[in-house]
C-alpha cells in the first residue's frame, strides 16, 4: 500500500508566504483504496468514488506561480459509444423518436439524462436520449452513425462516460495558482491578433507575449460569414462573446447581468467574479444623448443577446443564440483595427477630442488610430444625423457596472475583465442558474435547445474556470474532454464542485469545449479535443514574467 501525503495546498484560509510556498510545491502521491479520515478525503477531488487514485504534480514557474497536474480515475467497463438519435423532453417526443427508429430498422433505447429541466419540477430529468447501439470502439459507432444518417435519421456519436452520470473517469486536469503575495509579474488579458477581428491559438498568443504559462479565456464568435440573427452564432469572428476590458480600456459590451471575472491589478490582487453591466452613451454639448447599444461589432448581431435597446427577439441572455436589434449606434474604436464594418446606415468619424471629423451615408472605411467610429442603423441612424455635424462635439462613455450592487468598476490601465458563465461559487457555494445566466432549454425560433442544454451543461464536456480562494488566490482551471480513456470532461455541476474542491470561494466558468487550452512555459497541457488540434479563440489570460 502507498501512502497519500496529505497537503492542504489550495485550503481557503493557508497563510503566510512560506507555507504557501512550500504546501505549493507538494506532489501528491497515487493514493491507497484504504479507507481514510474525512480530513484526507478533503484534499482529492469530488470526482467519482473516494477509492479512485489521483495523483498531482506541482512545479513552480515563478515566485507566486504554481502549475498542478492532476489524474484521476480510470477508464469503466461500464461505458461505451453509441449513437444518440435526439433529445425527447416528453413521452410524446420520446415516441415518436423511437418510431422513426424502428422504422429505420434499428432498435431504439432510452437513457435519462443527468439533470432535470431547471425550470421544473426538480424531481424529474429533462428527459431522455433516444440512442442505438453500444460499440467498444469510436470506428464502429461511427460506421453506424453512417448507415443511420443514410437511411434518414439525426445521429451522432457519443460515449457514455460523458453523459453525466456516475462513472469512474479518468481526469484530466490543469490548476494554474496565481498568489498576488509573491507574485511580481503581471496577469491580464490579451486580444487574440490583438484586436477583435480575428482568433489566434493560446499557444501563439502565449509565445507572442512572452507568457509563463497562459489560458483560454471568454466566449467569442466562430464564423463571421453568417451575418443573420437567430443563427446560434452570427458576427464578427473573434469578436468577445460578452464583456471584454482589456489594459482598463473597454473593447465589448456585456451580455447583462452574466458573470465575469475581474482582474484590477497586475498583480492579481483583489481579483472577483461579478455580475456586471455595460453603459455607453453619447452625448452632445447641448445635453441630448443616447444609449449606444455595442461596442466593436457589426450592428444588428448581438451573440449570446442580454443586450439593450430595440433587441428582439428577448433582452434576456441567450448562450450561442444570436439576437437582432434594427435600431442600433454602435461605437468602434481602434480595437477594431483600422477598417469599420461596412453596410447600410449613417456613420459619423469623431477625432482624438470627440469632434465630428467626417460624415457619410452607409457604413465603413477607415478608423482613426486616436478616434472613434459612430455607425447607426435604423433610429440610431436617425439620431447621428441630427447630431453628428462636422465638427460638433460628442462624448462617449462607457462603463462597467457591478449589475447587482449597482456601483461602477474602476477600469486603471491594469485592468482586465473576461466574460463567461454560468457562475459556478459564490462565498463557497454552487449558485447554478442556467435560466438565468442563458441556458434555459426551451425552444427558440424552433431551435432544439434541450438538445443544447443537455449537451453542453449536464454532459460532460472539457471545461475552463476561474476562482478566487478566500486569501485572495487567483485558480485558473482547465479539463480535458470528448477523449475517452484519457479524460471524460465535467459536467458544469462537477465544474463548480471541482473548483469548491480546490479552495475557491467564487467561480466562473469560462469557454471550454475545443477552446479550452492551457500553456505552461511554452508547452501546451493536455490534449484538445478538437480533431484538428489546439482551436484558435477570441483572447486569452496571460500570466507574463
Excluded at 482582474?263 to 447641448?286: C, F, K, L, Q, Y
Aim: aromatic share 4%; hydrophobic share 35%.
Amino acid at each position: 500500500m502507498r501512502r497519500r501525503t496529505v497537503r492542504r495546498w489550495l485550503i481557503a484560509g493557508t497563510t503566510g508566504a512560506c507555507v504557501a510556498a512550500a504546501a505549493l510545491a507538494a506532489t501528491v502521491e497515487n493514493r491507497s483504496a484504504a479507507p481514510r479520515t474525512d480530513a484526507t478525503a478533503a484534499e482529492e477531488l469530488p470526482l467519482g468514488a473516494a477509492t479512485l487514485d489521483e495523483t498531482r504534480t506541482s512545479r513552480e514557474l515563478a515566485p507566486g506561480v504554481t502549475h498542478i497536474a492532476i489524474e484521476r480515475g480510470r477508464k469503466s467497463a461500464d461505458d461505451f459509444w453509441t449513437v444518440t438519435i435526439g433529445v425527447a423532453t416528453s413521452e410524446a417526443e420520446a415516441a415518436e423518436l423511437e418510431r422513426k427508429v424502428r422504422a429505420a430498422g434499428y432498435a431504439p433505447r432510452r437513457d435519462r439524462t443527468a439533470g432535470p429541466d431547471p425550470q421544473g419540477p426538480a424531481d424529474r430529468p429533462l428527459g431522455w436520449m433516444v440512442r442505438v447501439g453500444r460499440y467498444a470502439d469510436r470506428a464502429a459507432a461511427d460506421r453506424a452513425e453512417d448507415e443511420i444518417t443514410a437511411r434518414g435519421l439525426p445521429g451522432s456519436v457519443q460515449h457514455t462516460s460523458e453523459d453525466g452520470h456516475a462513472t469512474t473517469g479518468p481526469w484530466s486536469l490543469d490548476v494554474l495558482v496565481v498568489d498576488p503575495a509573491r507574485f511580481r509579474g503581471r496577469l491580464r488579458s490579451e486580444l487574440a491578433t490583438g484586436i477583435v477581428p480575428g482568433r489566434e491559438t493560446t499557444s501563439s498568443v502565449a509565445r507572442r507575449t512572452g507568457a509563463l504559462a497562459a489560458v483560454n479565456a471568454g466566449y467569442f464568435v466562430i464564423g463571421g460569414d453568417k451575418h443573420t440573427p437567430g443563427s446560434w452564432v452570427a458576427g464578427t469572428d473573434g469578436d468577445p462573446a460578452g464583456v471584454s476590458v482589456i489594459g482598463g480600456d473597454l473593447v465589448s459590451e456585456a451580455v447583462n447581468g452574466r458573470p465575469a471575472l475581474i482582474v484590477p491589478t497586475g498583480s492579481g490582487r483583489n481579483a472577483s467574479i461579478r455580475r456586471v453591466e455595460t453603459r455607453i452613451t453619447v452625448a452632445t454639448a447641448d445635453g441630448a444623448s443616447r444609449e449606444v447599444t455595442g461596442l466593436n461589432r457589426r450592428p444588428g448581431l448581438i451573440v449570446n443577446c442580454g443586450g439593450v435597446g430595440n433587441i428582439t427577439p428577448f433582452s434576456r441572455p441567450a448562450h450561442d443564440y444570436t439576437c437582432g436589434n434594427a435600431d442600433e449606434l454602435i461605437a468602434v474604436t481602434p480595437a477594431f483595427g483600422t477598417a469599420a464594418p461596412e453596410g447600410p446606415g449613417f456613420q459619423a468619424t469623431l477625432d482624438a477630442d470627440g469632434r465630428v471629423t467626417a460624415v457619410r451615408e452607409g457604413r465603413g472605411g477607415p478608423v482613426p488610430p486616436l478616434g472613434t467610429v459612430l455607425q447607426g442603423t435604423g433610429s440610431g441612424a436617425e439620431w447621428l444625423r441630427a447630431h453628428a455635424g462636422i465638427g460638433a462635439p460628442l462624448t462617449v462613455r462607457g462603463t462597467v457596472v457591478d449589475a447587482e450592487t449597482r456601483t461602477p468598476l474602476t477600469l486603471t490601465p491594469d485592468t482586465s475583465v473576461v466574460n463567461g458563465g454560468p457562475l459556478l461559487l459564490r462565498d463557497g457555494r454552487p449558485v447554478l442558474d442556467p435560466v438565468r445566466d442563458g441556458w434555459s432549454p426551451e425552444d427558440i425560433d424552433g431551435a432544439d435547445r434541450a438538445g443544447m442544454y443537455n449537451d453542453w451543461y449536464l454532459r460532460r464536456n472539457p471545461r475552463t474556470a476561474a476562482g478566487v480562494t478566500r486569501d485572495g488566490r487567483l485558480l485558473l482551471l482547465t479539463v480535458d474532454g470528448r477523449r475517452p480513456g484519457h479524460s471524460a470532461g465535467l459536467s458544469i455541476t462537477e465544474t463548480a464542485e471541482v473548483m469548491r474542491g480546490l479552495g475557491a470561494v467564487h467561480a466562473i466558468n469560462l469557454d471550454g469545449g475545443g477552446s479550452t487550452a492551457m500553456v505552461v512555459r511554452d508547452e501546451l497541457q493536455g490534449h484538445p479535443s478538437d480533431p484538428t488540434g489546439e482551436r484558435p479563440a477570441g483572447d486569452t489570460l496571460v500570466v507574463l514574467p
